[in-house]
Structures are given as structure tokens and as C-alpha cells.
């Protein structure tokens, strides 16, 4: 990896030439691609590095720039400033793609070097971080359920009895793939910090949500991982590393994914899983612990999905008899009995789906449901089957369809919908011994309700919203946008299966419409919330952007602190602002607060605002503000004076938590008790004296001794410090005048010649001869390196040439002033000659 510093630079650099270009943030840059492609995997597929090991710089930012040549500027409008059209917008997905690269290039820097995998994966396998996935052969790669215009993936068997129904149909070509070699004079970065990049993004569902919808889409989830594995390698392990790329590549979060491996698998940071276990946590017991969906029974949506899963059909489930012609309408109004609810949730011989004990929790609870069959699965129809019923706007929408002749039903269930009478027409709908006739090209339309009107003929209606199906298959999968945002907050839609020759003009109804809703909500929560540089009266908030907007852009957010011994924990929907004894918006991602109350523990939550309203509360973060600030001190007291230290002693400061205090030495002009010395050359001048210095005591205690000049006068000041910061100084001690000692150091010497092994030295006499003439100096250079030092002593001259030096040498000179009582400290060093 090159320099992520030099990227970094490169990056600002066309910031500062483009001052007017707002970066995207990381979750528009992911908005950007969806738009275009239904999942992550179909975008590294588009643009050929589905099987690439690294990735650059050109190759990253095209990702962004191919996801935007195939969306309409209506989809982005949320993403331009002001007049920006879709050139302008480009230029901003550009610059933001690189400096995100570069943010990657700089982590990988800062990472830890991991152990090298095996490499021993032929070039054009699929590689996750060095060779993580098998390859695949090339003649049984099937073309991708996630094509821009939806996709469709076939069962295998004939049979909803079937044990492993769920494979991909094989079509005779190969998926393009970038090479994995390094580009040579490039930066590249590995495919897996890609799909972390796009993990992160991702908004948290939930292991039920991400289960329920993945069971619809692969019926055996090794599938996901291996769509060509066969079914006796469902019981082979999986490897970490292949469960979290696989989440991704399907639109999952990052760090989800890792949680559920472990809570699966049920140790920390196991390195595989076994297949079937994650197949019967799936199945039977989704509610994993310690997570956001940890709750109560399972939703009649999400047991229909795994009924259909394991028995193929509700008849089956429920071991329903076939209906009598006559009699085929009291179906409407049955509903399954608790002994019903219990045979369908055990599961069947081959396919256990719950415990005992959990099929009787579950089958107590749904018993109890008032609604009809009809009603009781509001995601369900007679050939259409989806994982919930309320979406967000263009959210991904898996569909099952069933081609048989009673559907998901089954021979027992309530009546279908009335098959068409076959026309001239060679592929309209209608049915040929027992099996539909739906044409060349069937699809899956979303639909609203004012375009379905008994007047209207089906094959003028104009279908915006479809999903492929594949006329072959008796039970499959496809995928499709749920429609965009109406003018309000919520608006309905109708999913139905149409006939068609052309995939695009419906021939006539083949299901029954399956009602959806389209809703804007409030954003998902920020994930963490950070406080930093608590003081006394004062932080800083930060968090990351919502990671699901809802529906709708971010407006704004809305931080709210509180007193903790006046609140609870805070659920997601319900918090009593009016309570908050500090609340702010804000359109940033962090805050600073000020004006709090000293050593208070306070708890603060965040949450974002849309055009629906508020979402949920964040998970509180609580803080304690520092002490108040120390007050002043009473001015120091002199104890004792000696040579070059003077002993303090001061009142302490109460109340206030004080961890140490700090001394201020003030050099003074002679204005001292004793009389000043009668040497012109002994007095300082105001120019001369040293400036005031600061020097810490290291510990709370209220005497301490200060290190200073001999014959010299000072005052002091004090002040008291704690873990909030420092009080004001205190006022001046009493003048003191230091014992007689050696002298001052010089100023630092001058060079005014430097030759092959000699030196010419200069130097000024001090500023105070510590109250004794002085008598010599000591001229000391020091060896750069080495440390090695020669000394000379000399009389009274001010200049001397240093002799004895090695040539070719780095030296620092330095001068000390001698007198009666003794030397005095060095002076400060030359620069390095």
C-alpha cells in the first residue's frame, strides 16, 4: 500500500482548488449505488471486480460514477447543493469516492500486519483478502438474482416437498472479473476493505429481519455463501470471513455480521461455524440474545416465511384436507387451532423447524390471533410471498412466487385466483395440462391501487415497477424497488403476477394483488455517541450519521441532556424532552455544549429528524463534569531562603478537589530588605532580569521549595489546579533576596571563527556575579553524538580560542561564570558548528 499521507494531501489539495465541492458522506455515497443496483454484489459484478483481489483508486471511485450514469437526477435530487445538475454531482461522487479511498489507504497503514493466507487460489476465483472463497467453475455461474431490472432465482426441484428446493438455475456464460494482480505504480487496496466500507454503511436490521428475508430469498442459507454447493455439503463449516462477505455482498451490516457469527456459534471470535447450525437458528430460534430484535414471539409475517420454508405450502403445514368443489368458500373464514399452530411449527420429518418448547410458546400466541386465514398473513397471497408488508422507499423487496397449480395454499387453502381463458395469443396467460401459461416474459409488477379499476383494460396499464419470472420455474425468487416516497408519508402499492410476452405489456392478472405499503419513518438512531473534553462546564458530542434515513434525508438532530438522577433509561420512541435541562439542534455530527452544572452526572441522548418526524433515541452515554474550578489562594509565605532555593509554605484550598499546586517565580530589581552591593556590575537591569517562570509542585501539599538564581530578588504567586484545569494566581509574596552564591550564567556564547581543530568563542559577562567578583569561566564543547566534551578554564578574558577539537566534527559550546563561592551554571548552547 503507497502513502495514505500523500493521498490524504492530494485529496485537500483538490479540496482547496474546488472550495465550493461538499464532500458525500460515506452513506450518500452507498445511496448513490443502490439507486442503481439492487445489492452490493451486483455493483462489484458491473463493473468486473466481483473477483478481483485488490482495487484501486480509479477502479473505487468508479463504482460511484458508473451507480450514477444509470439513475435519473430525480432519484438524487437529495444529493445536490443548490443548482448542481448530474455533471456537477459527478464531480462530487468523484472527489468523495477518493477521499474515502484514501481514508481506507490510511487504516490499512495503521493496521496491524496480519498472518498471510493461503494464496494458493487460481487468479480468476473469487477473493475475499487474499483467498478467502473457493473458486467456482465458470460454466456454473448463473447470471446474478440482482440485475438493475430485478432478478430471478429458480428452484431446483419439481416438488415443494423437496429437501433442498433452493438452487440457482445455470446459464451458459461467466461472470466478468477484474485481475487480481497488483497494478503496478498504483495504490490498491484489499477487496475485503471495500466490502467493509459498504458494510459499514449498511443500517442494523436485525438477525430476525436479515433471517426472515434471506430464508425467502435462498430457502437454505449455505446457499447464500455457495449458491453451487450441493445439498450434502449443507452440514460443512463456514468460515467467518465468508459468512461476513456474503451478509455484505446482500446488503447487511458489517458489524452485525460478526455479532451473529458469535452468538450463533457461540463462542467469541470463532473462526467457522457450522452450516446447519446457522440454517436451524434461522429456522427456529432468530431471536438471538443480547441483540436489537432479543424480543417477543415471532410475527405471523415471519412464521408464514419459514411454514413455506419447511412444508412448502400452508395446507401442508397444517395438514389441511383437500376442498370439496361445493364448499371451497368457507376457507375464508378459517383459522388455525393451537394443535394446528403446534404441527406446523415442529416442522416435518428431514425438516425440524422449533423446540417442543418453543412451538408451544409460539403456537399459544398465535391461537389467539382474531384474524383470518386470509388476514392473519397480510404478506402473503395466493402465489406471491414477501418478507414483511411495510417498506421503505425504494427498499430491496424479495418475492417468492409459486407457479403450482394451488399455490402457497395449497389444495386446501382459500380459492385462487381465476386462471384467464387462454387467447390466440401463443404465450397469453392461461393453463396447458395442469401448468400456467404465463407467456415469454411474466413479471411481478408494483402497482397502485387507482391503476386496477374493473373498467380499465390490463394491458393498458403503464408498469413502471417490475420484477422478472422465469416462466420455468414452479417456485422461485425474484427482486425489485419498492416504489419511491409519495407526496405524504405513506402510500399503498399493489404487488401482483401479470402474463406477458415482451416483460413489459401485462396479458392478464395471474395472482391475486398482494397489499404493500410504502412509508417514510424517522431514521434509524446514531449507532454511538462519544463525549469528549469534559470540563467543569463544557464537552464535546459526536456521532455518526443515521445509518438509514428513513426514507427521507436527515434534516436535522436533536441532542438532549439530562440530570441522570431524574431519568431512566430511555426507549427508543419515548423521551420526555420537556424534561431536558439542556436540548439543541443541530445539522453537524457533533455539538458543543457549555454551560453545566460542576461535578454533575448528566446523561445525554441523540436523534435524527426526517420529513416523518423523530426515530429513535441513541443509547445513552453518561458523563460526570469536573470539579469547579479552584479558587485563589492566599498569597505564599517565605519559610526559608538559601543560595538557589527559597522554601514556600501557603494555605490550602478547600472544597475543591485540588490535585497540585503551581508556583510562579517573579525575578525582581533590588528593591530588598538588605542594601544592594555597591559593584555597578552586580545590579540587574530591568532588560536583564529573567521573565517570569512556572514551576509544579508535584503533590497537594501546601509547603514546597522553588529552585532560583543566588543573590537575586524574587516574589511568588500560587494557585491551585485539580483535574478541571487551574484557579487565578494569588497576590504577591513578600520580596526576598537570595544568599550570595555563584554567578549567573552568561548569555550564549558566540563562534566567531571555526577552523580544522580550534574554535573562536566570545562570550558576555553575566548579569549578576552572585554578590562576588568574578574570578574565571569555563568554556565546555560538547561532541555532537558521541557526548565526548573538551573543557578549558580560563582567566578573566572574554574571548579564547578552544583548542584541541577533531575535525570534521559537530560541536555545542557552552559558558559558566566562576567565582569565590563557586561555578555557576552553564550558559545556554550555541547552535551546532
Known amino acids: 500500500v503507497a502513502s495514505g499521507q500523500e493521498l490524504m494531501a492530494h485529496c485537500h489539495q483538490q479540496a482547496r482548488n474546488c472550495l465550493e465541492m461538499e464532500p458525500l458522506g460515506t452513506l450518500e455515497l452507498r445511496q448513490v449505488v443502490l439507486l442503481r443496483w439492487l445489492t452490493i454484489q451486483d455493483a462489484l459484478q458491473a463493473v468486473d471486480l466481483a473477483s478481483t483481489r485488490n482495487v484501486t483508486e480509479e477502479e473505487f471511485s468508479n463504482i460511484f460514477l458508473t451507480a450514477l450514469k444509470g439513475v435519473e437526477q430525480s432519484q438524487v435530487l437529495h444529493l445536490c447543493r443548490g443548482d448542481d445538475d448530474l455533471s456537477k454531482l459527478s464531480k462530487r461522487v468523484d472527489f468523495s469516492a477518493r477521499r474515502v479511498f484514501a481514508e481506507i489507504v490510511q487504516a490499512v497503514k495503521r493496521a496491524p500486519p496480519q498472518k498471510e493466507k493461503d494464496n494458493s487460489a487460481p487468479m480468476g476465483a473469487t477473493v475475499f483478502d487474499q483467498g478467502m472463497a473457493k473458486p467456482m467453475a465458470s460454466q456454473s455461474r448463473g447470471r446474478s438474482p440482482f440485475s438493475p431490472g430485478g432478478g430471478s432465482t429458480s428452484w431446483r426441484s419439481q416438488s415443494p416437498n423437496s429437501a433442498s428446493p433452493w438452487r440457482k438455475k445455470s446459464e451458459n456464460h461467466e461472470l466478468a472479473s477484474g485481475s487480481s494482480a497488483v497494478r503496478s505504480n498504483q495504490t490498491t487496496i484489499p477487496l475485503s476493505k471495500v466490502l467493509s466500507a459498504f458494510g459499514s454503511m449498511a443500517p442494523r436490521e436485525g438477525f430476525r429481519a436479515w433471517s426472515t428475508r434471506s430464508l425467502l430469498a435462498f430457502n437454505e442459507l449455505v446457499f447464500m455463501l455457495h449458491p453451487d454447493a450441493p445439498a450434502r455439503n449443507l452440514r460443512g463449516p463456514i468460515d467467518r470471513d465468508e459468512f461476513f462477505r456474503a451478509v455484505v455482498l446482500f446488503n447487511g451490516n458489517e458489524e452485525e455480521a460478526f455479532e451473529w457469527f458469535d452468538a450463533v456459534s457461540g463462542t467469541q471470535n470463532s473462526p467457522t461455524l457450522a452450516a446447519s447450525a446457522l440454517q436451524r437458528r434461522a429456522l427456529g430460534r432468530p431471536r438471538l440474545e443480547g441483540t436489537v430484535d432479543a424480543g417477543p414471539c415471532l410475527t405471523p409475517e415471519e412464521v408464514v416465511v419459514r411454514l413455506v420454508s419447511v412444508w412448502g405450502d400452508l395446507s401442508a403445514a397444517f395438514g389441511l384436507r383437500p376442498i370439496q368443489p361445493g364448499k371451497r368458500l368457507h376457507r375464508r373464514d378459517w383459522r388455525p387451532t393451537k394443535d394446528e399452530w403446534l404441527r406446523a411449527i415442529r416442522g416435518k420429518l428431514g425438516r425440524h423447524l422449533m423446540e417442543e418448547k418453543d412451538a408451544r410458546v409460539e403456537a399459544e400466541h398465535l391461537a389467539a390471533l382474531p384474524e383470518p386465514m386470509e388476514q392473519l398473513f397480510p404478506n402473503l397471497c395466493d402465489r406471491l410471498l414477501i418478507p414483511k408488508v411495510v417498506w421503505g422507499p425504494n427498499e430491496l423487496i424479495v418475492v417468492r412466487y409459486s407457479l403450482y397449480q394451488h399455490g402457497f395454499w395449497g389444495h386446501g387453502g382459500p380459492p385462487m385466483q381465476e386462471t384467464p381463458k387462454e387467447t390466440a395469443s401463443t404465450g397469453a396467460a392461461g393453463c396447458r395440462n395442469g401448468r400456467l401459461s404465463l407467456g415469454l416474459k411474466p413479471f411481478i409488477a408494483a402497482l397502485e391501487p387507482d391503476q386496477l379499476t374493473a373498467e380499465q383494460e390490463v394491458t393498458s396499464i403503464m408498469v413502471k415497477h417490475r420484477a422478472p419470472v422465469d416462466p420455468q420455474a414452479r417456485c422461485a425468487t425474484t427482486y ?354
Open 480 to 833: 425489485l424497488r419498492a416504489p419511491p416516497r409519495g407526496e405524504g408519508n405513506t402510500t399503498r402499492w399493489l404487488l401482483q403476477l401479470f402474463s406477458s410476452d415482451d416483460g413489459m405489456t401485462p396479458l392478464a392478472p395471474v395472482s391475486l394483488p398482494l397489499h404493500i405499503q410504502v412509508a417514510v419513518k424517522g431514521p434509524s438512531s446514531p449507532s454511538w455517541l462519544q463525549a469528549s473534553h469534559v470540563t467543569h462546564d463544557s464537552l464535546t458530542l459526536e456521532w455518526p450519521s443515521s445509518l438509514h434515513d428513513g426514507g427521507a434525508p436527515v434534516e436535522r438532530y436533536e441532542v438532549a441532556i439530562f440530570e441522570a438522577p431524574h431519568v431512566q433509561k430511555a426507549s427508543n420512541t419515548s423521551l420526555a424532552i420537556e424534561n431536558a435541562c439542556w436540548a439543541a439542534n443541530t445539522m453537524e455530527t457533533w455539538f458543543s455544549v457549555t454551560k453545566l452544572a460542576s461535578d454533575t452526572r448528566y446523561v445525554v441522548h441523540v436523534r435524527a429528524w426526517n420529513k416523518a418526524g423523530p426515530g429513535g433515541w441513541s443509547e445513552p452515554v453518561y458523563f460526570i463534569t469536573g470539579p469547579a474550578l479552584p479558587g485563589r489562594v492566599a498569597p505564599p509565605q517565605v519559610s526559608s531562603v538559601d543560595r538557589c532555593s527559597v522554601l514556600l509554605k501557603w494555605q490550602p484550598c478547600a472544597d475543591f478537589r485540588t490535585t497540585h499546586y503551581a508556583i510562579q517565580v517573579v525575578p525582581l530589581q533590588h528593591l530588598t530588605p538588605r542594601e544592594p552591593p555597591t559593584s555597578a556590575r552586580s545590579t540587574p537591569r530591568l532588560q536583564d532580569l529573567l521573565p517570569p517562570s512556572i514551576q509544579d509542585m508535584p503533590t497537594a501539599d501546601t509547603t514546597g521549595v522553588v529552585e532560583v538564581m543566588s543573590n537575586a530578588c524574587y516574589c511568588f504567586k500560587a494557585r491551585a489546579h485539580n483535574e478541571s484545569g487551574h484557579g487565578p494566581w494569588s497576590g504577591p509574596s513578600d520580596r526576598v533576596m537570595t544568599l550570595p552564591g555563584p554567578p549567573h550564567p552568561p548569555e550564549a556564547p558566540q563562534i566567531l571563527q571555526a577552523m580544522q581543530d580550534r574554535i573562536h568563542v566570545r562570550w558576555s559577562f553575566p548579569t549578576n556575579d552572585g554578590a562576588s567578583e568574578v574570578n574565571g569561566y569555563v568554556v565546555l564543547a560538547v561532541r555532537e553524538g558521541s557526548g565526548a566534551m573538551v573543557r578549558m578554564e580560563v582567566s578573566s578574558a572574554d574571548a579564547v580560542w578552544l583548542r584541541g577539537l577533531q575535525g570534521n566534527t559537530h560541536y555545542s559550546v557552552m559558558v559558566a561564570a566562576v567565582n569565590e563561592v563557586g561555578t555557576g551554571s552553564y550558559s545556554r548552547v550555541t547552535e551546532v558548528v
